[in-house]
Protein backbone atom coordinates (compact mmCIF):
# COMPACT_ATOMS: atom_id res chain seq x y z
CA UNK A 1 0.00 0.00 0.00
CA UNK A 2 2.90 2.25 1.01
CA UNK A 3 4.56 1.52 -2.21
CA UNK A 4 1.51 1.98 -4.19
CA UNK A 5 0.74 5.80 -2.36
CA UNK A 6 4.31 6.84 -2.92
CA UNK A 7 4.18 5.50 -7.03
CA UNK A 8 1.26 7.74 -7.20
CA UNK A 9 2.86 10.93 -5.27
CA UNK A 10 5.74 10.85 -7.97
CA UNK A 11 3.33 10.46 -10.68
CA UNK A 12 1.66 12.97 -9.97
CA UNK A 13 4.26 15.54 -9.30
CA UNK A 14 5.55 14.53 -12.34
CA UNK A 15 2.33 15.48 -14.06
CA UNK A 16 2.47 18.64 -12.06
CA UNK A 17 6.27 19.89 -13.31
CA UNK A 18 4.87 18.83 -17.35
CA UNK A 19 1.47 21.09 -17.02
CA UNK A 20 4.11 23.81 -15.58
CA UNK A 21 6.46 23.61 -18.09
CA UNK A 22 3.78 24.01 -20.43
CA UNK A 23 2.40 26.76 -19.25
CA UNK A 24 5.87 28.44 -18.83
CA UNK A 25 6.36 27.71 -22.62
CA UNK A 26 2.96 29.44 -23.58
CA UNK A 27 2.69 33.12 -24.62
CA UNK A 28 1.88 34.64 -21.20
CA UNK A 29 -1.56 36.23 -21.21
CA UNK A 30 -2.11 39.95 -21.55
CA UNK A 31 -1.31 41.60 -18.12
CA UNK A 32 -3.06 44.49 -18.54
CA UNK A 33 -6.59 44.14 -17.43
CA UNK A 34 -7.70 46.17 -14.83
CA UNK A 35 -4.47 48.23 -14.87
CA UNK A 36 -5.09 51.28 -13.09
CA UNK A 37 -3.21 53.45 -15.60
CA UNK A 38 -6.73 54.24 -18.16
CA UNK A 39 -4.56 53.98 -20.99
CA UNK A 40 -2.94 50.26 -20.75
CA UNK A 41 -6.28 49.27 -18.91
CA UNK A 42 -7.98 50.20 -22.43
CA UNK A 43 -5.44 47.41 -24.22
CA UNK A 44 -6.42 45.04 -21.41
CA UNK A 45 -8.97 43.17 -24.01
CA UNK A 46 -6.42 43.43 -26.91
CA UNK A 47 -5.71 39.47 -27.81
CA UNK A 48 -1.87 41.09 -27.91
CA UNK A 49 0.05 39.64 -24.96
CA UNK A 50 0.70 42.93 -23.73
CA UNK A 51 3.20 43.02 -20.82
CA UNK A 52 4.89 45.42 -18.22
CA UNK A 53 8.10 47.62 -18.87
CA UNK A 54 10.26 45.86 -16.31
CA UNK A 55 12.96 43.96 -15.37
CA UNK A 56 11.19 40.71 -15.35
CA UNK A 57 9.82 41.77 -18.55
CA UNK A 58 13.09 42.45 -20.49
CA UNK A 59 14.40 39.38 -18.11
CA UNK A 60 12.44 37.58 -20.07
CA UNK A 61 13.50 38.45 -23.40
CA UNK A 62 17.05 37.28 -22.93
CA UNK A 63 15.75 33.88 -21.67
CA UNK A 64 13.70 33.52 -24.91
CA UNK A 65 16.25 35.54 -26.78
CA UNK A 66 13.28 37.77 -28.53
CA UNK A 67 12.90 41.50 -30.20
CA UNK A 68 11.21 43.27 -27.35
CA UNK A 69 8.11 45.34 -29.42
CA UNK A 70 7.47 48.47 -27.10
CA UNK A 71 4.27 50.25 -28.26
CA UNK A 72 4.63 53.90 -25.93
CA UNK A 73 1.40 56.22 -26.09
CA UNK A 74 -1.19 57.89 -23.85
CA UNK A 75 -5.35 58.35 -23.13
CA UNK A 76 -5.55 61.31 -25.37
CA UNK A 77 -3.73 60.17 -28.18
CA UNK A 78 -6.16 59.88 -31.44
CA UNK A 79 -3.69 57.87 -33.45
CA UNK A 80 -3.18 55.81 -30.61
CA UNK A 81 -6.39 54.55 -30.65
CA UNK A 82 -6.74 54.34 -34.35
CA UNK A 83 -4.00 51.77 -34.86
CA UNK A 84 -5.34 49.53 -31.22
CA UNK A 85 -8.53 49.75 -33.14
CA UNK A 86 -7.16 48.32 -36.51
CA UNK A 87 -3.79 46.58 -35.48
CA UNK A 88 -3.70 45.26 -31.84
CA UNK A 89 -7.47 44.21 -32.29
CA UNK A 90 -6.58 42.18 -35.00
CA UNK A 91 -5.96 38.23 -34.44
CA UNK A 92 -3.60 37.59 -37.29
CA UNK A 93 -1.57 40.52 -35.87
CA UNK A 94 -1.78 39.97 -32.21
CA UNK A 95 -0.92 36.15 -33.25
CA UNK A 96 2.63 37.98 -35.27
CA UNK A 97 3.77 39.82 -31.93
CA UNK A 98 2.85 36.80 -29.18
CA UNK A 99 4.98 34.36 -31.23
CA UNK A 100 7.54 35.94 -32.62
CA UNK A 101 7.93 39.46 -30.03
CA UNK A 102 7.70 40.26 -26.53
CA UNK A 103 5.18 42.70 -26.63
CA UNK A 104 4.97 45.77 -24.28
CA UNK A 105 2.50 48.53 -23.87
CA UNK A 106 3.80 51.77 -22.14
CA UNK A 107 2.33 54.86 -20.84
CA UNK A 108 4.33 57.59 -21.61
CA UNK A 109 3.07 59.38 -18.95
CA UNK A 110 4.08 57.08 -16.23
CA UNK A 111 7.53 56.42 -18.36
CA UNK A 112 8.57 59.50 -19.87
CA UNK A 113 12.02 58.84 -19.53
CA UNK A 114 11.96 56.41 -21.60
CA UNK A 115 9.50 57.86 -24.06
CA UNK A 116 11.73 60.83 -24.16
CA UNK A 117 14.81 58.56 -24.98
CA UNK A 118 12.90 56.77 -27.58
CA UNK A 119 11.24 59.85 -29.06
CA UNK A 120 15.07 61.11 -29.26
CA UNK A 121 16.08 57.43 -31.28
CA UNK A 122 13.12 58.02 -33.62
CA UNK A 123 13.95 61.66 -34.31
CA UNK A 124 17.68 60.88 -34.85
CA UNK A 125 16.72 57.60 -37.20
CA UNK A 126 13.40 58.69 -39.27
CA UNK A 127 13.62 62.68 -38.94
CA UNK A 128 10.27 62.64 -36.71
CA UNK A 129 9.16 61.44 -33.60
CA UNK A 130 5.02 61.47 -31.82
CA UNK A 131 3.07 58.87 -31.07
CA UNK A 132 1.96 56.29 -30.99
CA UNK A 133 5.40 55.22 -31.06
CA UNK A 134 6.61 51.67 -31.48
CA UNK A 135 10.08 50.73 -30.90
CA UNK A 136 12.12 47.27 -31.72
CA UNK A 137 14.75 46.63 -28.68
CA UNK A 138 17.03 43.79 -27.96
CA UNK A 139 16.90 42.08 -25.42
CA UNK A 140 19.82 43.77 -23.88
CA UNK A 141 18.05 46.78 -23.77
CA UNK A 142 18.86 49.04 -27.23
CA UNK A 143 16.91 50.25 -29.72
CA UNK A 144 17.17 48.91 -33.23
CA UNK A 145 13.96 50.08 -35.31
CA UNK A 146 11.24 52.49 -34.75
CA UNK A 147 8.16 53.26 -36.68
CA UNK A 148 5.32 55.39 -35.40
CA UNK A 149 1.36 54.96 -36.92
CA UNK A 150 1.01 52.76 -39.67
CA UNK A 151 -2.08 51.37 -41.53
CA UNK A 152 -2.55 47.00 -40.55
CA UNK A 153 -1.29 45.67 -44.34
CA UNK A 154 1.91 47.92 -43.85
CA UNK A 155 2.04 46.67 -39.76
CA UNK A 156 2.16 43.25 -41.00
CA UNK A 157 4.61 43.10 -43.46
CA UNK A 158 7.25 44.93 -41.30
CA UNK A 159 6.33 42.59 -37.78
CA UNK A 160 6.83 39.60 -41.15
CA UNK A 161 10.28 41.12 -42.33
CA UNK A 162 11.95 41.88 -38.57
CA UNK A 163 10.82 38.19 -37.38
CA UNK A 164 12.67 37.20 -40.53
CA UNK A 165 15.45 39.55 -40.17
CA UNK A 166 15.97 38.70 -36.53
CA UNK A 167 15.53 34.91 -37.05
CA UNK A 168 18.42 35.05 -39.82
CA UNK A 169 20.86 37.31 -38.19
CA UNK A 170 20.69 38.48 -34.85
CA UNK A 171 23.61 39.06 -34.10
CA UNK A 172 23.45 41.42 -36.94
CA UNK A 173 20.77 43.10 -35.77
CA UNK A 174 22.21 43.84 -32.30
CA UNK A 175 25.04 45.00 -33.51
CA UNK A 176 23.66 47.38 -35.29
CA UNK A 177 21.81 48.68 -32.79
CA UNK A 178 24.40 48.90 -30.59
CA UNK A 179 26.00 51.44 -33.32
CA UNK A 180 22.80 53.35 -33.32
CA UNK A 181 23.35 54.31 -29.72
CA UNK A 182 24.26 57.29 -29.00
CA UNK A 183 28.21 57.90 -28.49
CA UNK A 184 29.26 57.46 -24.33
CA UNK A 185 28.13 60.99 -22.85
CA UNK A 186 31.34 63.49 -21.90
CA UNK A 187 32.17 64.01 -18.45
CA UNK A 188 30.64 67.52 -18.16
CA UNK A 189 32.84 70.52 -17.90
CA UNK A 190 32.45 73.92 -16.09
CA UNK A 191 32.84 77.41 -17.49
CA UNK A 192 33.01 80.63 -16.11
CA UNK A 193 29.21 82.12 -15.73
CA UNK A 194 30.16 85.45 -17.35
CA UNK A 195 27.95 88.07 -18.67
CA UNK A 196 29.53 87.62 -22.49
CA UNK A 197 28.24 83.55 -22.22
CA UNK A 198 25.36 84.39 -21.05
CA UNK A 199 24.32 87.43 -23.63
CA UNK A 200 25.61 84.31 -26.22
CA UNK A 201 23.33 82.27 -25.25
CA UNK A 202 19.93 85.01 -25.33
CA UNK A 203 21.68 85.46 -28.99
CA UNK A 204 21.58 81.85 -30.11
CA UNK A 205 18.37 81.74 -28.58
CA UNK A 206 16.05 84.04 -29.99
CA UNK A 207 17.54 83.40 -33.47
CA UNK A 208 16.45 80.37 -33.55
CA UNK A 209 13.03 81.87 -32.28
CA UNK A 210 12.85 84.02 -35.76
CA UNK A 211 13.70 81.32 -38.00
CA UNK A 212 10.79 79.42 -36.55
CA UNK A 213 8.42 82.13 -35.89
CA UNK A 214 5.36 82.76 -37.58
CA UNK A 215 4.81 86.30 -38.07
CA UNK A 216 1.52 86.22 -40.17
CA UNK A 217 -0.09 83.63 -37.99
CA UNK A 218 1.91 83.78 -34.74
CA UNK A 219 3.55 80.88 -33.02
CA UNK A 220 6.19 78.59 -33.57
CA UNK A 221 6.94 76.00 -36.76
CA UNK A 222 5.18 76.69 -39.92
CA UNK A 223 2.86 73.33 -40.55
CA UNK A 224 1.49 71.97 -37.36
CA UNK A 225 0.93 74.54 -34.44
CA UNK A 226 1.60 73.66 -30.57
CA UNK A 227 1.94 76.16 -27.77
CA UNK A 228 5.43 75.81 -27.26
CA UNK A 229 5.55 77.46 -23.55
CA UNK A 230 8.96 77.38 -22.93
CA UNK A 231 9.91 78.97 -25.23
CA UNK A 232 7.48 81.57 -24.84
CA UNK A 233 8.09 81.98 -21.03
CA UNK A 234 11.63 82.46 -21.69
CA UNK A 235 10.75 85.55 -24.75
CA UNK A 236 8.48 87.08 -21.95
CA UNK A 237 11.38 87.04 -19.67
CA UNK A 238 13.10 88.52 -22.46
CA UNK A 239 10.33 91.01 -22.88
CA UNK A 240 10.53 91.99 -19.24
CA UNK A 241 14.51 91.93 -19.27
CA UNK A 242 15.15 94.07 -22.67
CA UNK A 243 11.97 95.34 -23.97
CA UNK A 244 11.51 94.97 -27.71
CA UNK A 245 8.79 96.50 -30.15
CA UNK A 246 9.05 93.24 -32.47
CA UNK A 247 9.58 90.84 -29.85
CA UNK A 248 6.53 92.44 -28.01
CA UNK A 249 3.82 92.62 -31.28
CA UNK A 250 4.96 88.65 -32.34
CA UNK A 251 4.21 87.73 -28.40
CA UNK A 252 0.73 89.70 -28.79
CA UNK A 253 -0.19 87.99 -32.55
CA UNK A 254 0.89 84.75 -31.39
CA UNK A 255 -1.46 84.60 -27.60
CA UNK A 256 -4.35 86.60 -29.80
CA UNK A 257 -4.08 84.03 -31.94
CA UNK A 258 -3.75 81.03 -29.52
CA UNK A 259 -6.83 82.20 -27.39
CA UNK A 260 -8.94 83.22 -30.85
CA UNK A 261 -8.66 80.32 -33.17
CA UNK A 262 -9.05 76.53 -33.08
CA UNK A 263 -6.76 76.02 -30.36
CA UNK A 264 -8.85 77.22 -27.90
CA UNK A 265 -12.13 75.96 -26.80
CA UNK A 266 -14.41 78.63 -26.65
CA UNK A 267 -17.61 77.40 -24.76
CA UNK A 268 -15.71 75.10 -21.67
CA UNK A 269 -12.50 76.60 -21.15
CA UNK A 270 -9.22 75.55 -21.69
CA UNK A 271 -6.91 74.88 -24.57
CA UNK A 272 -6.44 71.49 -26.88
CA UNK A 273 -3.02 70.12 -27.25
CA UNK A 274 -2.74 71.85 -30.76
CA UNK A 275 -3.86 72.66 -34.49
CA UNK A 276 -3.10 70.60 -37.31
CA UNK A 277 -2.51 73.52 -39.62
CA UNK A 278 -0.39 76.74 -39.57
CA UNK A 279 -3.48 78.94 -38.75
CA UNK A 280 -4.30 77.43 -35.41
CA UNK A 281 -8.11 76.34 -37.18
CA UNK A 282 -8.36 72.38 -37.18
CA UNK A 283 -7.16 71.46 -33.47
CA UNK A 284 -6.43 67.46 -32.21
CA UNK A 285 -8.88 67.38 -29.72
CA UNK A 286 -7.14 66.07 -26.64
CA UNK A 287 -6.38 68.55 -23.57
CA UNK A 288 -3.51 67.78 -21.34
CA UNK A 289 -3.76 68.98 -17.99
CA UNK A 290 0.15 70.27 -18.76
CA UNK A 291 -0.77 72.12 -21.55
CA UNK A 292 -3.39 74.60 -19.31
CA UNK A 293 -1.16 74.96 -16.56
CA UNK A 294 1.22 76.26 -18.45
CA UNK A 295 -0.80 78.56 -20.26
CA UNK A 296 -2.92 79.75 -17.01
CA UNK A 297 0.25 80.99 -16.00
CA UNK A 298 1.78 82.06 -19.51
CA UNK A 299 -1.38 84.77 -19.92
CA UNK A 300 -1.27 85.56 -16.60
CA UNK A 301 2.32 86.83 -16.86
CA UNK A 302 1.60 87.95 -21.14
CA UNK A 303 -1.06 90.27 -19.06
CA UNK A 304 1.29 92.30 -16.75
CA UNK A 305 4.62 91.64 -19.48
CA UNK A 306 2.68 93.04 -22.40
CA UNK A 307 -0.04 95.61 -20.84
CA UNK A 308 -3.10 93.18 -21.94
CA UNK A 309 -5.48 92.97 -19.14
CA UNK A 310 -8.23 91.24 -20.78
CA UNK A 311 -5.16 87.56 -21.17
CA UNK A 312 -6.15 86.97 -17.52
CA UNK A 313 -9.61 86.48 -18.62
CA UNK A 314 -8.50 83.60 -20.85
CA UNK A 315 -6.07 82.50 -17.62
CA UNK A 316 -9.27 82.37 -15.72
CA UNK A 317 -11.48 80.49 -18.00
CA UNK A 318 -8.26 77.86 -18.31
CA UNK A 319 -7.67 77.38 -14.72
CA UNK A 320 -11.98 77.14 -14.19
CA UNK A 321 -12.19 74.98 -17.08
CA UNK A 322 -9.06 72.64 -14.88
CA UNK A 323 -11.64 72.86 -11.93
CA UNK A 324 -14.73 71.67 -14.04
CA UNK A 325 -13.03 68.46 -16.06
CA UNK A 326 -9.91 67.28 -14.38
CA UNK A 327 -10.52 67.57 -10.91
CA UNK A 328 -10.96 64.50 -8.76
CA UNK A 329 -12.79 63.74 -4.95
CA UNK A 330 -8.99 63.91 -3.52
CA UNK A 331 -8.13 67.38 -4.81
CA UNK A 332 -6.09 65.97 -7.11
CA UNK A 333 -6.30 66.64 -11.24
CA UNK A 334 -6.85 64.37 -13.66
CA UNK A 335 -3.90 63.91 -16.29
CA UNK A 336 -6.07 64.83 -20.01
CA UNK A 337 -9.62 64.45 -21.50
CA UNK A 338 -9.62 62.11 -24.75
CA UNK A 339 -9.46 63.65 -28.38
CA UNK A 340 -12.66 61.26 -29.15
CA UNK A 341 -15.91 60.46 -27.70
CA UNK A 342 -17.30 57.28 -25.90
CA UNK A 343 -18.14 56.57 -29.86
CA UNK A 344 -15.23 56.53 -30.88
CA UNK A 345 -15.75 60.64 -33.38
CA UNK A 346 -12.79 62.75 -33.05
CA UNK A 347 -13.94 65.85 -31.53
CA UNK A 348 -17.60 64.96 -31.52
CA UNK A 349 -17.78 66.43 -27.89
CA UNK A 350 -17.09 69.97 -29.13
CA UNK A 351 -18.86 70.31 -32.29
CA UNK A 352 -22.26 71.59 -33.36
CA UNK A 353 -24.91 70.98 -36.21
CA UNK A 354 -25.90 74.41 -37.30
CA UNK A 355 -29.92 73.47 -36.78
CA UNK A 356 -29.13 72.70 -33.20
CA UNK A 357 -27.15 76.16 -32.83
CA UNK A 358 -30.37 77.76 -34.38
CA UNK A 359 -32.96 76.44 -31.98
CA UNK A 360 -30.91 76.61 -28.56
CA UNK A 361 -29.84 80.28 -29.50
CA UNK A 362 -31.59 83.73 -29.37
CA UNK A 363 -31.27 84.84 -33.48
CA UNK A 364 -29.24 87.67 -32.73
CA UNK A 365 -26.94 85.16 -30.82
CA UNK A 366 -27.43 82.88 -33.78
CA UNK A 367 -26.67 85.26 -36.49
CA UNK A 368 -23.43 86.57 -34.46
CA UNK A 369 -22.45 82.55 -34.34
CA UNK A 370 -23.25 81.61 -37.96
CA UNK A 371 -20.75 84.56 -39.32
CA UNK A 372 -18.05 84.52 -36.68
CA UNK A 373 -17.87 81.00 -36.58
CA UNK A 374 -18.31 79.89 -40.47
CA UNK A 375 -21.51 78.18 -40.38
CA UNK A 376 -21.77 79.27 -43.58
CA UNK A 377 -18.94 77.60 -45.09
CA UNK A 378 -18.16 74.16 -45.69
CA UNK A 379 -17.68 72.30 -42.88
CA UNK A 380 -13.98 70.92 -41.75
CA UNK A 381 -15.39 68.06 -39.58
CA UNK A 382 -17.54 65.19 -39.65
CA UNK A 383 -19.77 66.15 -37.19
CA UNK A 384 -20.20 69.91 -36.88
CA UNK A 385 -18.47 73.33 -36.51
CA UNK A 386 -16.03 74.19 -34.00
CA UNK A 387 -17.24 77.18 -31.92
CA UNK A 388 -14.04 79.74 -32.47
CA UNK A 389 -13.00 83.73 -33.41
CA UNK A 390 -12.70 82.45 -37.22
CA UNK A 391 -13.59 86.25 -38.66
CA UNK A 392 -13.00 88.61 -35.98
CA UNK A 393 -15.94 89.88 -34.12
CA UNK A 394 -17.21 93.19 -33.26
CA UNK A 395 -17.80 94.26 -29.70
CA UNK A 396 -21.76 93.29 -30.18
CA UNK A 397 -21.19 89.88 -31.24
CA UNK A 398 -18.67 89.10 -28.49
CA UNK A 399 -21.04 89.86 -26.05
CA UNK A 400 -23.44 87.80 -27.96
CA UNK A 401 -21.12 84.91 -28.24
CA UNK A 402 -20.30 84.88 -24.96
CA UNK A 403 -24.31 84.67 -23.88
CA UNK A 404 -23.82 81.69 -26.42
CA UNK A 405 -21.05 79.77 -24.58
CA UNK A 406 -23.17 80.26 -21.02
CA UNK A 407 -26.21 78.44 -23.55
CA UNK A 408 -24.33 75.88 -24.52
CA UNK A 409 -22.09 74.96 -21.76
CA UNK A 410 -24.41 72.95 -19.36
CA UNK A 411 -25.45 71.27 -23.07
CA UNK A 412 -21.71 69.75 -23.96
CA UNK A 413 -21.84 69.27 -20.31
CA UNK A 414 -24.19 66.14 -20.92
CA UNK A 415 -21.81 65.06 -24.03
CA UNK A 416 -19.45 62.22 -23.45
CA UNK A 417 -15.78 63.08 -23.24
CA UNK A 418 -13.84 60.11 -21.69
CA UNK A 419 -10.85 61.30 -19.24
CA UNK A 420 -7.58 59.89 -18.20
CA UNK A 421 -8.02 60.07 -14.62
CA UNK A 422 -4.49 59.04 -13.03
CA UNK A 423 -3.68 61.84 -10.87
CA UNK A 424 0.49 62.48 -11.94
CA UNK A 425 2.29 63.84 -9.15
CA UNK A 426 4.70 66.29 -11.69
CA UNK A 427 1.63 67.28 -13.60
CA UNK A 428 -0.04 68.00 -10.33
CA UNK A 429 2.78 70.30 -9.42
CA UNK A 430 2.30 72.14 -12.15
CA UNK A 431 -1.24 72.79 -11.45
CA UNK A 432 -0.31 73.70 -8.36
CA UNK A 433 1.78 76.35 -9.68
CA UNK A 434 -0.61 77.98 -11.41
CA UNK A 435 -3.63 77.98 -8.91
CA UNK A 436 -1.00 79.60 -6.16
CA UNK A 437 0.12 82.49 -8.85
CA UNK A 438 -3.21 82.61 -9.57
CA UNK A 439 -4.44 83.83 -5.98
CA UNK A 440 -3.17 87.25 -7.32
CA UNK A 441 -5.78 87.66 -9.65
CA UNK A 442 -8.81 86.31 -7.53
CA UNK A 443 -8.29 85.29 -3.99
CA UNK A 444 -10.91 82.77 -4.57
CA UNK A 445 -8.76 80.44 -6.16
CA UNK A 446 -6.60 79.88 -2.52
CA UNK A 447 -8.57 77.10 -1.66
CA UNK A 448 -7.78 75.26 -4.64
CA UNK A 449 -3.90 75.50 -4.59
CA UNK A 450 -4.73 74.46 -0.38
CA UNK A 451 -6.19 71.46 -0.97
CA UNK A 452 -4.42 71.00 -4.52
CA UNK A 453 -1.09 71.43 -2.05
CA UNK A 454 -2.92 68.81 0.90
CA UNK A 455 -3.49 66.46 -1.75
CA UNK A 456 0.06 66.21 -3.22
CA UNK A 457 1.63 65.80 0.35
CA UNK A 458 -0.74 63.56 1.89
CA UNK A 459 -1.51 61.40 -1.03
CA UNK A 460 2.00 61.14 -2.80
CA UNK A 461 4.65 61.44 -0.82
CA UNK A 462 5.35 58.60 1.23
CA UNK A 463 8.80 58.36 3.73
CA UNK A 464 10.04 61.56 2.26
CA UNK A 465 9.83 60.34 -1.47
CA UNK A 466 7.15 61.01 -4.46
CA UNK A 467 5.04 58.35 -5.67
CA UNK A 468 4.54 58.49 -9.08
CA UNK A 469 0.88 59.01 -9.67
CA UNK A 470 -2.30 57.58 -8.18
CA UNK A 471 -5.14 55.96 -10.29
CA UNK A 472 -8.03 53.65 -9.15
CA UNK A 473 -7.24 53.60 -6.02
CA UNK A 474 -3.90 52.26 -6.64
CA UNK A 475 -0.26 54.12 -6.28
CA UNK A 476 2.02 53.92 -8.79
CA UNK A 477 5.99 54.23 -7.09
CA UNK A 478 8.78 55.22 -8.79
CA UNK A 479 8.54 59.00 -9.47
CA UNK A 480 10.91 60.65 -12.10
CA UNK A 481 12.81 63.94 -12.51
CA UNK A 482 10.06 65.62 -13.52
CA UNK A 483 7.67 64.49 -10.65
CA UNK A 484 10.10 65.71 -8.18
CA UNK A 485 11.15 68.85 -10.02
CA UNK A 486 7.44 70.32 -10.63
CA UNK A 487 6.19 69.51 -7.68
CA UNK A 488 9.58 71.17 -5.69
CA UNK A 489 8.16 74.23 -8.30
CA UNK A 490 4.57 74.21 -6.95
CA UNK A 491 4.96 73.86 -3.38
CA UNK A 492 7.76 76.65 -4.02
CA UNK A 493 5.39 78.87 -5.53
CA UNK A 494 2.25 77.50 -3.21
CA UNK A 495 4.77 79.18 -0.14
CA UNK A 496 5.69 82.39 -1.69
CA UNK A 497 1.87 83.08 -2.76
CA UNK A 498 0.44 81.94 0.59
CA UNK A 499 3.31 82.54 3.38
CA UNK A 500 2.80 78.42 4.43
CA UNK A 501 6.17 77.27 5.62
CA UNK A 502 5.10 74.00 4.96
CA UNK A 503 4.91 73.77 1.76
CA UNK A 504 8.34 75.24 1.53
CA UNK A 505 9.60 72.63 3.97
CA UNK A 506 8.90 70.15 2.20
CA UNK A 507 10.07 71.88 -1.31
CA UNK A 508 13.47 71.95 0.70
CA UNK A 509 13.48 68.04 1.81
CA UNK A 510 11.59 67.18 -2.03
CA UNK A 511 14.76 68.75 -3.84
CA UNK A 512 17.58 67.27 -1.63
CA UNK A 513 15.73 63.88 -2.47
CA UNK A 514 15.61 65.26 -6.09
CA UNK A 515 19.04 65.88 -6.43
CA UNK A 516 20.80 62.52 -4.66
CA UNK A 517 18.42 60.16 -6.67
CA UNK A 518 18.82 61.81 -10.24
CA UNK A 519 22.31 64.31 -10.22
CA UNK A 520 25.65 62.84 -10.31
CA UNK A 521 29.04 63.91 -11.47
CA UNK A 522 28.40 62.45 -14.71
CA UNK A 523 25.16 64.97 -15.22
CA UNK A 524 20.90 64.19 -14.75
CA UNK A 525 18.91 61.27 -15.48
CA UNK A 526 15.27 61.28 -16.03
CA UNK A 527 14.98 57.94 -14.12
CA UNK A 528 16.80 56.66 -10.99
CA UNK A 529 16.87 53.45 -12.73
CA UNK A 530 16.86 53.11 -16.25
CA UNK A 531 16.36 49.90 -17.68
CA UNK A 532 16.88 50.71 -21.81
CA UNK A 533 20.29 50.21 -22.14
CA UNK A 534 20.75 53.79 -24.31
CA UNK A 535 19.92 56.04 -21.59
CA UNK A 536 22.86 57.83 -19.96
CA UNK A 537 23.15 61.02 -17.81
CA UNK A 538 23.44 64.11 -19.82
CA UNK A 539 24.52 67.72 -18.54
CA UNK A 540 21.17 69.53 -19.04
CA UNK A 541 17.88 67.61 -20.08
CA UNK A 542 16.56 69.95 -22.74
CA UNK A 543 12.52 71.62 -22.89
CA UNK A 544 9.99 69.89 -24.67
CA UNK A 545 6.41 69.93 -24.17
CA UNK A 546 6.87 70.24 -20.75
CA UNK A 547 9.73 72.81 -18.75
CA UNK A 548 13.42 70.89 -18.92
CA UNK A 549 12.59 69.11 -15.34
CA UNK A 550 16.93 69.51 -14.47
CA UNK A 551 16.52 73.11 -14.95
CA UNK A 552 13.30 73.54 -13.03
CA UNK A 553 14.87 72.11 -10.09
CA UNK A 554 17.87 74.12 -10.45
CA UNK A 555 15.82 77.31 -10.63
CA UNK A 556 13.66 76.15 -7.51
CA UNK A 557 16.60 75.10 -5.57
CA UNK A 558 18.04 78.86 -6.32
CA UNK A 559 15.09 80.07 -4.51
CA UNK A 560 14.92 78.25 -1.28
CA UNK A 561 17.62 80.26 0.05
CA UNK A 562 19.41 77.02 1.40
CA UNK A 563 23.12 77.08 1.14
CA UNK A 564 23.28 73.47 0.09
CA UNK A 565 21.12 73.80 -2.64
CA UNK A 566 22.10 76.67 -4.30
CA UNK A 567 25.76 75.32 -4.12
CA UNK A 568 24.29 72.43 -5.86
CA UNK A 569 22.48 74.42 -8.19
CA UNK A 570 25.13 76.76 -9.33
CA UNK A 571 27.46 73.99 -9.97
CA UNK A 572 24.85 72.36 -12.25
CA UNK A 573 24.18 75.60 -14.17
CA UNK A 574 27.72 76.21 -14.51
CA UNK A 575 28.43 73.31 -17.36
CA UNK A 576 28.82 73.82 -20.88
CA UNK A 577 26.14 72.17 -22.75
CA UNK A 578 27.47 71.36 -26.16
CA UNK A 579 24.16 70.84 -27.76
CA UNK A 580 22.52 74.16 -26.49
CA UNK A 581 25.39 75.80 -28.20
CA UNK A 582 24.23 74.09 -31.82
CA UNK A 583 20.58 74.34 -30.96
CA UNK A 584 19.98 77.06 -28.41
CA UNK A 585 16.12 76.88 -29.30
CA UNK A 586 15.62 73.37 -27.51
CA UNK A 587 16.66 74.80 -23.93
CA UNK A 588 14.46 78.37 -23.49
CA UNK A 589 14.67 77.27 -19.54
CA UNK A 590 18.56 76.86 -19.33
CA UNK A 591 18.50 80.42 -20.89
CA UNK A 592 16.58 81.75 -18.21
CA UNK A 593 18.59 79.70 -15.62
CA UNK A 594 21.37 81.57 -16.66
CA UNK A 595 19.93 84.62 -16.70
CA UNK A 596 19.57 84.08 -12.94
CA UNK A 597 23.20 83.44 -12.10
CA UNK A 598 25.15 86.38 -11.07
CA UNK A 599 27.78 86.61 -13.26
CA UNK A 600 31.35 85.05 -12.83
CA UNK A 601 29.35 82.87 -9.67
Known sequence: MFGFERRTTVATLLLILLLTAAAGAADPANQLANHPSPYLALHGSDPVAWQEWNDDTLAR????????????????????????RESYKNPQIAALLNRDFIPIKVDRELNSGLDDALQTFSARLNGVAGWPLNAFVTPEGYPAFVMLYAPPDDFRKLLTHLSGRWTADPAGIRRLARQAAPPPALRPTSAPLTSARIARAWQRFMAGVWQEAD?????????????????????LARQTQQPDARLAAFLRLTLDQMAARGLRDHVGGGFFRYTTDPEWDTPHFEKMLYDNAHLAVLYLRA????????YREIARSTLDFMQAELLD??????????????????????????????????????????????????????????????????ADERRLLADAARTLRPLRQARSLPKDDKLNAGLNGLALSAFSQAIQLDPAYRPRADRLQRFLLTRLVRDGRLLKAMARGQMLPQAELEDYAYVVQGLLDHAEATGNGQSRARARQLAHTAWKLFWSEKGWKHEAQPLLATLQAEPALADG?????????????????EPALQRLARSAAGWRLPAMERDAYAYPTRVRVLTQMPPDA
Not at 215 to 235: C, D, E, I, N, R
Not at 357 to 373: G, N, Q
Not at 547 to 560: F, Q, R
Open 545 to 561: ALYSPSDVLILASLCLQ
Open 215 to 235: TLHGGLGQVSKFPMAPQLHAL
Open 329 to 394: ASGGLYSSTSAVDAAGREGATYLWEPDELKWRLSPEAYAAARRVWRLDTPRSFDDGYLPAEYRTPT
Open 61 to 84: AKRENKLLFVSVGYFACHWCHVMQ
Open 303 to 310: ASVLRQPR
